[in-house]
């Protein structure tokens, strides 16, 4: 998280201009603009030293009309209510987007997660689940996996979900293990789902994916499947990868001359998305300064790490040559340099609708879990391929019929759903 950057007044400015461009009832803006619910609360773990440790932890429900709360929890040591509050809302707009029946939440704990051993963040999951239980639940809200977290983690939330409710509830939590409740085709999800948007994009602005070459900022789950897609789907090319290095503090770039191998790279990565760069080094790879790789020359940029990452300063550095900006993170644009991509006639996909395709395969694994009955791993990924290029369509149609910037063009799709839903439940 970016210290400068408040990301939840970032989503409510993002949100007030739209509200403004529909003409939007100010009673219904204000709703919209403040989460539904909140929770902190402490979570005392015992360490493997005998000692105990207090964290906070959160969660917030920002709207649930077009169904549960939906979203991931963080660990992640800058992790604050309104960087929580900021994603819940994101996820609103995410879920709406992507056309699936949920709301948005999201949750976190501030903690580095690599600080502590598997029996400690086991500790810290379980107790997370105790202290936000009674607020969850498949027909409530639905958390997930996000950064800091993974599926073994989510396994033991369900475990502890199941255990206290006396039913097995696989439905409580999504991200699970293959095997454990979980679906196939959820690692892929939301880096395919940027791919897919990036094909599409491509299509309408008349650019041969064989000729393009991407730069990603990160090489955790999302980046690490871009990258896959963007060379194995698109056929393309992907100049660099980039990852935060615990040990120095520090980012780096990793690119190699004749474009990255992000199998190979997955081989010598761990499983926080840090790349052991001496390995890189001896394979050829170039490690640069962590900021390079928004200075590449290459015609896609994906920011698939954090937030605040393309803002005014770094906005400077992008080479004429970049068409496209697919915003694999959350809120990597900052508004500053939201307005200068506009300017210089960059398509930006919007974060909700680039890097749905995580939620939407969230939800085809609750959907599976409801059925008790599960999908192959082409179906998963056939349908949300479906899903997600739908909802990039209703993007590019609102963008074209109203003559409006992309990021702007999905808001309104998504907060004209969400708004019908409130109307049609009688919450209005
Ligand atoms: P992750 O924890 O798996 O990976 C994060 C990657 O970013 C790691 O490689 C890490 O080293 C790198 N990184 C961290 N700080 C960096 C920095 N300053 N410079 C360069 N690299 C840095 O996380 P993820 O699940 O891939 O999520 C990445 C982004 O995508 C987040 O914004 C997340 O909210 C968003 N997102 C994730 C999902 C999902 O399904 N995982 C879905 C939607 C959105």
Not at 108 to 118: C, F, K, R, T
Not at 275 to 300: H, P
Not at 308 to 330: L, P, Y
Request: with cysteine; charged share 25%; hydrophobic share 40%.
């Amino acid at each position: 998280m970016s210290e400068q950057i408040n990301a939840f007044k970032m989503a409510q400015g993002q949100f007030d201009n739209v509200a403004k461009m529909l003409d939007l009832d100010p009673q219904v803006s204000e709703i919209l603009r403040w989460p539904s619910r909140e929770f902190q609360f402490t979570i005392p773990v015992h360490m493997d030293d005998g000692s105990i440790r207090v964290f906070t932890g959160y969660r917030v429900q920002h709207n649930d009309a077009r169904g549960p709360s939906k979203g991931g929890i963080r660990f992640h040591p800058a992790e604050t209510m309104d960087t929580v509050r900021a994603l819940a809302m994101w996820m609103t707009w995410k879920t709406a987007i992507a056309d699936i029946p949920l709301g948005g939440g999201k949750g976190g704990v501030a903690v580095d997660p690599a600080s502590l051993s598997i029996g400690e963040q086991e500790r810290l999951c379980r107790h997370w689940v105790r202290q936000m239980w009674r607020n969850i639940g498949p027909r409530q809200d639905v958390p997930a996996p996000d950064v800091g977290t993974n599926s073994r983690m989510m396994g033991w939330m369900m475990d502890e979900y199941s255990q206290i409710v006396g039913t097995y509830t696989p439905g409580v939590i999504t991200g699970k293990p293959v095997g454990g409740g979980g679906s196939l085709g959820r690692k892929e999800a939301t880096g395919f789902g940027v791919i897919y948007t990036v094909r599409e994009a491509m299509k309408h602005l008349n650019l041969d994916p064989t000729e393009s070459i991407a730069a990603i900022q990160g090489f955790g789950n999302v980046s690490q499947y871009a990258a896959i897609g963007f060379i194995d789907l698109l056929g393309g090319k992907v100049a660099c990868v980039s990852y935060w290095d615990r040990d120095d503090r520090a980012a780096y770039t990793v690119s190699h001359p004749e474009g990255v191998d992000p199998r190979f790279l997955q081989t010598i990565t761990d499983i926080y998305g840090t790349i052991d760069k001496d390995k890189a080094r001896e394979a050829g790879y170039v490690i640069e300064d962590g900021d390079d790789w928004i200075a590449k020359d290459v015609n896609v940029l994906i920011p698939a790490a954090l937030e605040g990452q393309i803002n005014a300063n770094s906005v400077k550095r992008i080479s004429d040559r970049v068409r496209m900006v697919a915003e694999g993170a959350n809120g990597p644009t900052t508004p500053e340099a939201d307005e200068v991509l506009k300017r210089n006639n960059v398509f930006v996909i919007p974060d909700f609708l680039c890097n749905a395709g995580g939620v939407t395969v969230s939800y085809f694994e609750g959907v599976q879990n409801d059925m008790n009955y599960y999908w192959t791993n082409e179906e998963v990924l056939e349908r949300l391929d479906t899903k997600i290029t739908q909802a990039f369509n209703s993007v590019v149609e609102m963008a074209a019929k109203e003559g409006v910037y992309m990021r702007d063009a999905a808001y309104m799709v998504s907060i004209d759903r969400v708004v019908k839903a409130m109307e049609m439940r009688g919450l209005l």
